[in-house]
């Protein structure tokens, strides 16, 4: 059974396994090889504990039962975050009122409608919170990336920022009003 829920402290670990894992598999070829191989699970830990106490929005997709093998215990198989945008934190025009600000999956879990259900997760969290739109950005080189189109996002800016010290291209996509995120189809990703 795949579930998606809120996150706990005690899921930091995990959120952190798939992160770097993510991040290793997705972009390589993209970033530098010694940045990915300098990610760390422990450091990663503590920033995802941070924030799960923080209150950020942090959902989780947890496997169990027939979905994993010999009756292991549930493991955290994808994670999205988001929150308000603070002007304070963002200054200037903002894209939209609310950020989703990470979402990966592990590969042997895609295409089972996870990614869209961490997204409907974070657009309600955000539509409670009173944001009436939301952004996200992703690098234009991820291979992934087509998945926010088909969800009904719109590529509204590009960027160039520097991940481990290489200039890289990110394109931002918003869903104004938020409804059109809360209400993406099964069968549009």
């Not at 090889?33 to 997709?61: C, E, N």
């Not at 996200?136 to 960027?159: C, H, I, M, T």
Request: include cysteine; glycine fraction near 12%; aromatic fraction near 8%.
């Amino acid at each position: 059974m795949i579930s998606i829920r809120r996150a706990r402290p005690s899921d930091a670990l995990g959120i952190a396994t798939v992160h770097v894992w993510a991040w290793r598999n997705s972009y390589a070829g993209i970033l530098p090889d010694a940045f990915l191989a300098g990610l760390s699970v422990p450091r990663q830990t503590v920033h995802y504990d941070g924030a799960i106490r923080a209150g950020v929005g942090v959902y989780v997709a947890t496997a169990s039962g027939l979905d994993l093998p010999g009756g292991t215990t549930p493991r955290i198989v994808g994670f999205a975050t988001g929150g308000p945008v603070s002007a304070r934190l963002r200054p200037g025009k903002r894209l939209a009122e609310g950020e989703i600000e990470t979402i990966y999956i592990m590969d042997d879990w895609r295409d089972r409608g996870l990614g869209r259900r961490l997204m409907r997760a974070e657009g309600a969290h955000l539509a409670a919170a009173g944001c009436r739109s939301a952004f996200l950005w992703v690098l234009r080189d991820n291979p992934n990336r087509w998945f926010y189109s088909r969800l009904g996002g719109k590529p509204v800016a590009e960027q160039t920022i520097k991940v481990g010290g290489a200039p890289v291209v990110q394109v931002a996509f918003v869903w104004d009003p938020i409804e059109r995120l809360l209400q993406a189809s099964p069968t549009a990703s």
